[in-house]
């Protein structure tokens, strides 16, 4: 799939259907031509609509045939240094500095070493593109520092990196960020590449408030990153920015390092701050993060058909960090979240296990998503919550199964705007399935809207309200005041984890049978494959569609929008 931006806007409609409109003065649609999702867009600043006459010049740079006294202009006289070639970049230009692809530049900038990144592209459709020349593997780009860091009072716009390898060196005390933006401006887009082993292998910010917006990352590998002695380390950190895309991206194993950086509370796969709104997660893979996979606490995110692997918490949103202007609204749609984790191990172990969990948050739409076959050492936390106020909320059509937590716990009144209907929820028996767990003095009537949800487990603590008091399903339906089932739909003996998954689609591959070693490989044959993922049995795409046929759901529809 492509991410193109056309210039008019146009008709919202997604890969599978609608993917989100954005909700602000600008007009920024997704829209699908021939299997291409298309960002529509029409409130860029600057010359975005414009055409040069000039079309731009090519720069080429070679660490194994270049010379900085070649002309850098000519295929076969390429530039050597990457700063030699940075320096006949033309700002507000359409040049392209391409670097060979098998060389290696070491611990060097993109840029003079005295400076930042600063210049900038003519437009949207003629940016100053840096990418790859000739055949083989991507040009590696390795630093122990931060090899691209966008700083400038002047800002920077019409930027885009594609095919490269962007590697950290680590030593005994460093902490670089591979990829740093603070900078106004934006239309930054980072494409086909792979960013890997830094402290926090991307950083998107600003220095003030939406100072700068359209940030996208298509198809790219965000891997590995680990904390420094001490701090904290993502994968992707974004804050004080709008309008975000990440697009079929796999972002994997970042916030630690066995055994010597152990994961904390603090690191994250992607960590979406309250200060950015306006931020798409789609079709990616997010997986073994040291706590959250798609921490989303900004006023305006969606996450939408991701898979999420064994993560301490799966899906996000809102957080008590915000303040009440910056309360959380959005869309988590047809995502599988599957197995849970712990955060850390030994005796600093962290219970967790949290598959989907909201609060703070008003106009919210979590649908069509599953959560499944979750572990964690200690088994209490649940596959679905509500952790804090929710107006305005819509949980309809989920499935839950095989958790070792409850499937569903309300640790907050829902408001009676909220509507929690047609969901299954489904456990193995000795299990909960539903849990209230409000604290001490709260009212009993927890509120909401509650129609045709199906429950399915045995044993007295299937259903348990009031800090976990066992009082039964009776209780249980007359506080949510439910039309409820309780049928398992057939689901009780339904197996859709990892294991499963690979013995399926990929007998070939010595599949273990346990799933944090089946998702490891799952995991490696993704990390494997050309960026463009050319083998779809290792996409969140190519998982999802067989969990939802074997679980016998319905393929997945447009997206709901939100009111």
Same mark, same amino acid.
């Given at each position: 799939m492509r991410l193109i931006r056309m210039q008019s806007p146009g008709a919202s409609h997604g890969k599978q259907g609608e993917r989100?409109?954005?909700?602000? %003065?600008?007009?920024?649609?997704?829209? +699908?031509?021939?299997?291409?999702?298309?960002?529509?867009?029409?409130?860029?600043?600057?010359?975005?609509?414009?055409?040069?006459a000039d079309e731009g010049r090519t720069i080429y740079v070679s660490s194994s045939s270049g010379l900085d006294s070649n002309p850098g202009t000519n295929l076969n006289a390429p530039k050597r240094t990457l700063a030699a070639a940075y320096n006949l970049l033309r700002n507000q230009s359409g040049d392209r500095m391409l670097l060979k692809r098998g060389d290696t530049w070491t611990n060097e900038y993109f840029y003079p070493s005295d400076r930042s990144w600063y210049k900038s592209g003519f437009s949207h459709d003629q940016p100053i593109v840096v990418g790859a020349y000739s055949t083989g593997p991507r040009p590696i780009v390795r630093h122990e520092a931060s090899p691209l860091r966008?700083?400038?009072? !002047?800002?920077?716009?019409?930027?885009?990196?594609?095919?490269?390898?962007?590697?950290?060196?680590?030593?005994?005390?460093? $902490?670089?960020? %591979?990829?740093?933006?603070?900078?106004?401006?934006?239309?930054?887009?980072?494409?086909d590449c792979r960013v890997q082993n830094f402290a926090g292998n991307i950083s998107i910010d600003a220095p003030a408030p939406m100072a700068a917006s359209e940030f996208r990352f298509e198809r790219c590998e965000v891997l590995d990153a680990f904390p420094g002695t001490g701090g904290s380390s993502q994968g992707a950190y974004i804050a004080n920015v709008s309008d975000v895309v990440f697009d079929q991206c796999i972002i994997d194993h970042n916030g630690w390092r066995y055994p010597d950086r152990p994961p904390s509370m603090l690191s994250h796969n992607l960590y979406l701050s309250q200060t950015a709104t306006g931020v798409v997660v789609q079709d990616c893979v997010v997986a073994r993060g040291a706590a959250t996979g798609i921490q989303m606490r900004g006023q305006r995110m969606d996450s939408i058909g991701n898979l999420v692997l064994s993560n301490p918490l799966g899906i996000t949103m @809102?957080?008590?960090?915000?303040?009440?202007?910056? *309360?959380?609204? @959005?869309? *988590?749609?047809?995502?599988?979240?599957?197995? @849970?984790? !712990?955060?850390?191990?030994?005796?600093?172990?962290?219970?967790?296990?949290?598959?989907?969990?909201?609060?703070?948050?008003?106009? &919210?739409?979590?649908e069509d998503n599953i959560v499944a076959?979750?572990?964690?050492?200690? @088994?209490?936390?649940?596959?679905?919550?509500?952790?804090?106020?929710?107006?305005?909320?819509?949980?309809?059509?989920n499935v839950g199964l095989d958790w070792l937590g409850p499937i569903f +716990?309300?640790?907050?009144?829902?408001?009676?705007?909220?509507?929690?209907?047609?969901?299954?929820?489904?456990?193995?028996? %000795?299990?909960?399935? &539903?849990? *209230?767990?409000?604290?001490?003095?709260?009212? $009993? !009537?927890?509120?909401?809207?509650?129609?045709?949800?199906?429950?399915?487990?045995? =044993?007295?603590? $299937?259903? +348990?309200?009031?800090? =976990? +008091?066992?009082? =039964?399903?009776?209780?249980?339906?007359?506080?949510? !005041?439910?039309?409820?089932?309780?049928?398992? $739909?057939?689901?009780?003996?339904?197996?859709?984890?990892?294991?499963?998954?690979?013995?399926?689609? &990929?007998?070939?591959?010595?599949?273990?049978t346990d799933s944090a070693g089946a998702i490891d490989a799952f995991l490696?044959?993704?990390?494997?494959?050309?960026?463009?993922?050319?083998?779809h049995r290792f996409t969140a795409e190519g998982y999802i569609r067989w969990a939802r046929r074997n679980l016998g759901l319905p393929p997945l529809h447009a997206a709901p929008q939100l009111p």
């Open positions: 989100r409109q954005k909700q602000s %003065g600008c007009s920024h649609q997704w829209i +699908t031509l021939a299997g291409a999702i298309v960002l529509s867009h029409a409130c860029l600043a600057g010359n975005d609509s414009a055409v040069s966008v700083q400038t009072s !002047d800002g920077v716009s019409h930027l885009r990196l594609e095919n490269l390898d962007i590697q950290a060196i680590r030593t005994a005390t460093n $902490a670089p960020v %591979g990829i740093s933006w603070w900078a106004t401006g934006g239309d930054f887009t980072l494409r @809102g957080h008590s960090a915000q303040t009440p202007e910056q *309360i959380s609204r @959005g869309i *988590i749609y047809g995502n599988v979240v599957l197995d @849970g984790a !712990d955060i850390g191990w030994g005796p600093s172990r962290l219970y967790r296990g949290f598959g989907i969990g909201w609060g703070r948050v008003s106009s &919210a739409i979590i076959h979750g572990w964690s050492q200690q @088994g209490y936390e649940p596959a679905y919550t509500i952790g804090d106020f929710a107006y305005n909320t819509t949980l309809r059509n +716990t309300i640790r907050y009144p829902v408001m009676n705007n909220s509507v929690i209907s047609e969901n299954t929820f489904v456990n193995a028996p %000795g299990r909960t399935v &539903a849990s *209230i767990e409000l604290p001490s003095g709260v009212p $009993a !009537d927890i509120g909401g809207q509650w129609l045709g949800n199906r429950y399915w487990g045995t =044993g007295n603590n $299937a259903f +348990t309200p009031w800090q =976990g +008091t066992v009082n =039964g399903v009776a209780v249980w339906q007359s506080t949510t !005041d439910d039309s409820m089932e309780f049928n398992d $739909a057939g689901l009780s003996n339904a197996n859709i984890s990892m294991p499963r998954y690979l013995l399926t689609v &990929a007998p070939e591959l010595p599949t273990p490696q044959q993704a990390r494997s494959q050309p960026v463009l993922q050319t083998d």
